[in-house]
């Protein structure tokens, strides 16, 4: 039989090391990337990664490193959005946030418009050998690991 002195003791410490164990916790990032830095780094990461494999695999000529060149910088505004401060959002009225939602899409449809073209301009250069590796390297049906299996 449990007494109720015990059970009040044994609350009292369990309580106590959980109030302790409280800071330990509270500067400890959120998720298993450690926080939105973590995961913009581990993305930027992946790209540079993926970025020097298909040019391994594509052993593109003086020419087409130049067209190679643009299309990695054309990459990189894209993956870098400023999100803007949490108070600046919290002080606009609804409308004003989606106007300003609206705007940022906007800005990233003009940065994606102008990755096309660039993409495009690297894609004429390539060999049709190229292509085909340039093509399977961006099919995204390898990715996702055990995704879509039961």
Known sequence: MIRPRHLL??????????????????DAPCGPMGGAGGYREHRAERMEQHHKKV???????AEQEVAWKKLVDSEHP???PEPGKAE?????????????????????????????VVLKEFYAVLTPEQRKIFDDSHRGTRRGGMRGKP
């Open 55 to 61: 040019h391994d695999a594509l052993k593109l000529t």
């Open 88 to 116: 600046d959002w919290a002080k606009l009225t609804t409308p004003e946030r989606a106007d300003k939602m609206l705007e940022r899409m906007k800005t990233h449809e003009a940065a994606m418009t102008s990755h096309i």
């Open 9 to 26: 003791q044994s609350l009292l410490v369990a309580s106590t090391l959980g109030a302790v164990a409280i800071p330990a916790f509270a």
């Open 78 to 80: 894209m993956h870098k």
